[in-house]
């Protein structure tokens, strides 16, 4: 699911081929081309004989690190601690690893305990300068006090940071994510991400001191990727293109109208935006929201994060409810601190094209299964259909 929602592509859909030395079952693999073109420059062969990648990088946690995590965590002076590690999720550059044990106190008493250790190593992402620390550098600022008892992240107990990696030791949550979250509690998260919104904008003094916030110039950088010299642009506007020509013409109108649109997104109020706002990040637990991984957190526009929670890796035949349902309760929410604009005035529809149109065509352009290329085909032609809802 992450692969995907990051443009990495299971590698048979790129045609590249594997040696002997690659025992990984089928779909297991992916790719992503740094540069257009990329994999056409070599022999598409993927091959581990020249390196180790059955090697688990190990953590080794210092113990005076853990005791002073706990004590924080179970408000008791701990003297020691064992512990074992669970990988939650991982990457190259993302590391989020569950920490459990037992927790000795001063006085004796042996307490479980479970708490969360994300690493995060530099990495550049263009036009954001510094997001691979943000997360790090929100947590030691006054970003808490920001958060509501309904609305809010995980807990910090300490955060530690080197020249290229972030340590953050955090609180786990124990809740509802994923594709376990119904409808309504996805419309009772975009009612309470509009009120979350909706109190900064009437409080900006809030955030006036926290100078590490993204810009609202995000979405745009990440649109304007598309350019006329990368393989998805080039296959939408030529003969061969196989998209139904009524969603060919919506990609290829949104593309010339961008400038327009951009303005016209721009006069909207701007509003902090976690900007990863998916599934996956969603935590529902005792009726609170609780939501993780800020890295990308700062200005955007009204509407963007519910661009998101409304497509992003979401089951294709919901697109139309997720639409219908999820706008209203974000505007409801929203409209409760500040006035906001006509709910039809807000763009998402075509923040959804804008976000996510060429992240489908992608996924229709090299996938060699003909369900697949059928289930990207439906979700632009839901996208299409927005435009009467």
């Known amino acids: 699911v992450y692969q995907r929602k990051m443009g990495f592509l299971d590698c048979r859909e790129l045609g590249i081929g594997r040696d002997d030395s690659v025992d990984d079952p089928e779909g297991c693999v992916f790719a992503i081309e740094l540069a257009p073109g990329g994999f056409d420059k070599t022999n598409k062969l993927l ?24 004590s924080k965590l179970i408000g ?22 569950l920490v459990t044990g037992m927790a000795e106190t001063v006085d004796g008493v042996e307490l479980p305990y479970k708490v969360v250790l994300k690493v995060q190593k530099k990495w550049e992402r263009p036009g954001d300068e510094g997001s ?26 300490h955060a530690e940071i080197t020249d290229d990696e972030t340590h953050i030791w955090m609180e786990y949550i124990d809740g509802i994510s994923g594709n376990d979250l119904t409808i309504e509690m996805l419309e009772h998260t975009a009612a309470e991400l509009g009120r979350f919104q909706g109190r900064l904008y009437q409080r900006p003094e809030l955030l006036r001191n926290i100078p590490c916030l993204g810009d609202t110039g995000f979405m745009e950088r990440e649109y304007g990727q598309w350019k006329p010299e990368t393989v998805e642009y080039r296959y939408l506007y030529s003969d061969e293109c196989t998209v139904p020509g009524h969603l060919r013409r919506m990609l290829i109108d949104t593309q010339q109208q ?22 996956e990040n969603i935590f529902l637990s005792g009726g609170k929201i609780i939501l993780i991984d800020w890295d990308c957190a700062g200005w955007g526009f009204m509407g963007e994060d519910i661009a998101s929670l409304i497509v992003d890796d979401t089951d294709i035949e919901y697109l139309d409810e997720y639409y219908r349902r999820l ?5 409801k929410g929203i409209s409760e601190y500040m006035d906001a604009p006509p709910i039809e005035n807000l763009y998402i529809r075509e923040m959804i094209i804008i976000k996510f149109g060429y992240r489908i065509l992608q996924k229709y352009m090299f996938s060699q299964s003909s369900d697949i290329k059928n289930q990207q085909i439906s979700a632009l032609q839901k996208i299409y259909e927005m435009k009467d809802v």
């Open 132 to 157: 691979w620390r943000r997360e790090y550098d929100l947590y030691v600022s006054d970003f808490n006090t920001i958060f509501s008892n309904s609305f809010r992240w995980p807990e910090c107990y």
């Open 258 to 279: 961008a400038k327009t649109i951009f303005a016209n997104m721009k006069r909207l109020p701007a509003v902090l935006c976690h900007r990863d706002f998916w599934i």
């Open 76 to 97: 008791a002076i701990i003297i020691r601690a064992d512990y074992q590690i669970k990988q939650l999720q991982g990457g190259t550059l993302g590391d989020v690893r």
């Open 327 to 331: 706008i209203p309760a974000y505007y």
């Open 47 to 70: 091959s581990y004989a020249y390196y180790d990648f059955t090697k688990i990088e190990q953590l080794h946690i210092k113990p005076e690190t853990l005791t002073f995590v706990l």
